[in-house]
């Protein structure tokens, strides 16, 4: 099993930082400290038969540096030695990586975790807000994504420090509220009889949505991708998809307003994964705020609080880098998750 180390044992540079997602694997190399971490090119999973296999290829052989420790975020519960990826057929292996890539320490955190670090200093070129608010109180933080799934965290601000809280956010149940909510949410597809949030805000989530609003005006959906039906929506092409978007920002807005209460996030919710930056005018509209905003009796809290979407193409690299440099500001319980030579 993993030993236990604790955040104030930093890690030692080069340090290689990846992160590894369903279908793509990003990795750049921090230097030291005060460098700018030098990217590699995306790697697609299905191209290589382990992680190890991809760094070598994508990393190792295309630099001098040998790095000495690494830092991986990954898509997927990370419990014991052995941690196989959501949606991918890799398996990590933290000691097999030690000695297959001559590394010293290697620490796994989970992707929405990344993506939490990420957010506790994110400069403005790599947020667009969205309904500006002034973003003047350094306080807690949420983060959500719609992408391949829906992934939440929060980020805790306390004791001058940063604490990730990834959990199961996505998973949440959420029901109807509008008649026309009450008209579309039969039609969606369940889990176990359950709507959860997945069921709707994430790719396939979208694509759901859309089917059920054709169920309810009694019309065909067409086989849409979750791409087509944001291309539709956004270009007024078919009203089916039109209304999709404005369902699903209104649902994201609901949920998101939802976490903001849980985390007392008066530092503002940031919306990550692939979709948002693709359906960022939709999410302009009124629609999301307003939702986010609707939570009698606390709307002038709401209303204080700032959103933004993440629009920085390397965000989770960007949260991992941050860590890897200044530990110290964040509060990340390595235990079980850190292997060391
Ligand atoms: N223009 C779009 N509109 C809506 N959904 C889209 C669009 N383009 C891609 N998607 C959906 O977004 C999801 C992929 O999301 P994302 O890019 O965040 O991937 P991911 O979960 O981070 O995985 P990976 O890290 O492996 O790329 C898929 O369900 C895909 O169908």
Known sequence: MAKTFSTSDPLSFPILIGDIGGTNARFSLLVDAYA???????????????VDAAIQAGVM???????????????????????????CDWVIKPKDMISALGLEDVVIINDFEAQALAIANMP???REPIAPRPDTMVASRVVLGPGTGLGVAGLVHAEERWIPVPGEGGHIDVGPRTERDYQVFPHIKTIEGRIA??????????VNLYNAICAADGIEAKPYEPKDVSHAGLDGSDPQAVET??????YLGRIAGDMAMVFMARGGVYLAGGISQKILPALKKPEFRAAFEDKAPHNALMQA???????????ALAGLATYARTPLRFGLALDGRRWRD
């Open 36 to 50: 700018e971490p030098r990217e590699f090119p995306i790697v697609h999973t299905a191209d290589f038969p382990t």
């Open 61 to 87: 052989d295309k630099t001098s540096l040998q790095p000495r420790s690494a830092i991986l975020a990954v898509a997927g519960p990370i419990r014991g030695d052995e941690i196989p990826l959501t949606n």
């Open 124 to 126: 403005d070129e790599f």
């Open 197 to 206: 949030a997945e069921q709707i805000l994430c790719g396939r989530g979208m």
């Open 245 to 250: 978007l404005s369902l699903f920002s209104t």
């Open 305 to 315: 609080i700032p959103t933004y979407v993440v629009t920085h193409p390397l965000a």
